[in-house]
């Protein structure tokens, strides 16, 4: 099934919604009722991370099977590789990642649909930062032009890192990367010293703050910089009852997203218990907000494109309309 026959059968899917793409808004509880007319088995790759809470707080709430699905499965997967091999595979049908994870797949030969931001709607929503060494003696992200900053290559976070350091004004040239791809491993080399900063993700970024490091920038201000994102199997969306079920889903993140707004601390030890915060700052860890579903939009996906482009990491010619659908 190709994008436009999916893109008709989610309009037949969700009635007059007004939605953009495959993604409905925040609705009234009058508003939300289960529309599923045939609920199919969906399972849902993800990292221990705090992007899925939503997710969590709805299976925990019983959210699922009151719009209408039967099987809803969240598998959590220790690296990204992991993540995406099994989606490569059909063993998951849907993920929690971000925009390069899901160009990359559809540019392999991977069908993918973003179907909501999870975080990052706003630029304070899932903090990704550069933090220097507790005895570093660096105070300032300009100082750190032609210093190796430890990151993952290719990835949001080297994304992140080049995204802050244009805004610090430091040229593209002056952006030195070390790459060491596991964040717990890049967090141990910079506190003993081993680096001298590193760019890193929440929450081993406010560990680090915790242990001494010292913030020097992060994406909570200015531009808009990174979203984790719900992608979904085109195949998957083609069987019958798959754009059903990712509607009802939707849904049910956003029944999730307004129950942990609502009282952020009262689902604080699910989130230490599925996403493993660390025991140091796992009570005093701020918990997001999250935002209704809504897919990205055209200049945030752009921009990643061009990343990756530029990167020579992306040589398909991918657009915008290749990763969401736009409703006729």
Not at 73 to 94: C, K, L, N, P, S
Not at 230 to 238: G, K, P, W
Not at 306 to 322: A, F, I
């Amino acid at each position: 099934m190709n994008r436009r026959i999916i893109a008709a059968v989610c309009a037949l899917a969700l009635g007059a919604a007004t939605l953009t793409g495959c993604t409905q808004q925040a609705e009234t509880d009058a508003e939300r009722e289960p529309r599923v007319a045939e609920p199919k088995p969906v399972v849902i790759g993800t990292l221990p991370t705090e992007d899925m809470l939503p997710l969590w707080v709805a299976e925990d709430q019983g959210l699922f099977a009151e719009y209408g699905l039967d099987s809803v499965e969240i598998v959590t997967f220790q690296a990204a590789q992991e993540r995406d091999t099994a989606f490569v595979a059909g063993e998951i049908d849907a993920f929690m990642g971000d925009i390069i994870a899901a160009a990359q797949l559809e540019a392999a030969g991977t069908p993918v649909t973003i179907a909501t931001i999870m975080l990052g709607a706003t630029p304070a929503e899932g903090r990704f930062g550069i933090v220097a060494a507790p005895d570093s003696g660096y105070t300032d992200i300009v100082a750190l032009a032609g210093v190796p900053v430890g990151t993952s290559s290719n990835t949001i976070q080297e994304y992140v890192l080049d995204g802050l350091m244009r805004q610090a004004g430091v040229p593209a040239d002056d952006v030195v990367v070390e790459a060491v791809p596991k964040v717990p491993v890049r967090y141990d080399l910079l506190m003993q010293g081993q680096l001298k900063a590193a760019a890193l993700p929440e929450p081993l970024l406010s560990l680090a703050e915790h242990e001494g490091a010292i913030l020097l920038a992060d994406d909570t201000t200015g531009e808009n910089l990174s979203q984790t994102v719900l992608a979904f199997s085109d195949e998957y969306l083609s069987e019958i009852g798959g754009v059903d079920t990712m509607s009802a889903l939707l849904k049910a993140w956003d029944a999730g997203a307004e129950i942990v707004n609502e009282n952020p601390d009262a689902w604080r030890e699910l989130l230490v218990e599925q996403a493993r915060l660390p025991e140091p700052i796992k009570d005093t860890y701020r918990i997001n907000q999250y935002p209704a579903a809504q897919i990205p939009t055209a200049a945030q996906v752009d921009s990643v494109l061009e990343w990756m482009r530029d990167k020579g990491t992306l040589t398909t010619p991918l657009t915008y309309e290749d990763l969401v659908l736009v409703m006729p």
